[in-house]
């Protein structure tokens, strides 16, 4: 069998994303779209002359950082070496850039082997967010993306604007809001609505945020991916009787960037 590792075209991104729901990532209709324009060179497939068997994404957000996700192997092609010369074909992408991921438990052995490090892990929480409206509360309009990329990457230590320039530009499944300084980027998923990134100053910024999406934006479960050290922001989504679905390790391979001051969130666990 053949094997040739490529540049993955933009009509096979929505393929790799159903690859994902069907592990149980829950992406959103409107995420392939957004995550293709962030980087067009930097996914990845490996065909076997009929069409994809694995994917991969080394997106470079900017010139020092990339990262990695949508790292994904058919089960018929599992244990064959696929899935890991994709890997190392893909990397070359990231160049000299640190390359951060977000990696479950099965194979965080694995991205140590490659040079990763744990910085941390990350919660999912799903559940009810009390609603409450806010008269401050406005779509994000084309003037507020400029900030939107200076908060997002003080708050998380890396920049990603092509990125954020996508996510924040309003889809039938996709809007951003603000209140205030800050704000939060909310889309349907084939469950729920995930919530990311999101920014605020404050904790009782974030929770009047929140609780406002809440109104506007009805959803059930929301989803929120929270780092560890967001004890505010975890605090807030026990009380509300949200429950951590499951983690993932924060990794890098390169100099970890430092996250700012603040309240945030993970704008998304393949993209970062």
């Known amino acids: 069998m053949t094997v040739t590792f490529r540049k993955a075209h933009q009509d096979e991104l929505p393929l790799v994303l159903s690859w994902a729901a069907a592990e149980g990532w829950n992406p959103g209709p409107g995420d392939a779209a957004a995550f293709y324009s962030s980087d067009p060179e930097g996914f990845f497939v490996a065909d076997t002359g009929t069409g994809p068997v694995a994917a991969i994404s080394v997106v470079n957000h900017s010139d020092d950082f990339a990262f990695l996700g949508l790292y ?9 070496g696929i899935g890991y010369g994709l ?19 099965g194979q965080q052995d694995d991205y140590r082997k490659s040079g990763f490090v744990a910085a941390g ?6 559940g ?3 609603e409450k409206r806010e008269a401050g509360l ?5 003037g507020d993306r400029a900030l939107f990329y200076q908060a997002e990457g003080r708050a998380n ?3 990603k604007p092509a990125f954020m320039n996508a996510w924040t530009q309003d889809t039938d499944s996709r809007r951003t809001f603000t209140l205030g300084t800050a704000f939060a980027t909310i889309r349907r998923c084939a469950r729920g609505a995930k919530i990311g990134p999101f920014v605020a100053d404050n904790l009782d910024d974030a929770q009047a945020l929140l609780m406002a999406i809440a109104a506007a934006f009805p959803a059930d479960p929301f ?12 605090a807030l989504c026990n009380g509300w009787g949200m429950q951590a679905s499951f983690n993932t390790a924060r990794m890098y391979r390169g100099t970890a960037p430092v996250p700012g001051p603040g309240i945030r969130s993970i704008a998304t666990l393949e993209l970062g």
């Open 157 to 159: 230590g890396y920049a």
């Open 223 to 234: 989803i929120i991916d929270v780092p560890d050290d967001q004890v505010g922001l975890t």
């Open 87 to 105: 890997w190392q074909h893909a990397l070359t992408h990231a160049g000299h850039r640190t390359v951060g991921l977000d990696g479950v438990p």
């Open 72 to 80: 994904l192997c058919q089960p018929d092609h599992r244990g064959k």
């Open 128 to 130: 009810r967010v009390p």
């Open 138 to 142: 406005r779509p994000a309009s084309a």
């Open 121 to 126: 892990q990350t919660y999912r929480f799903e």
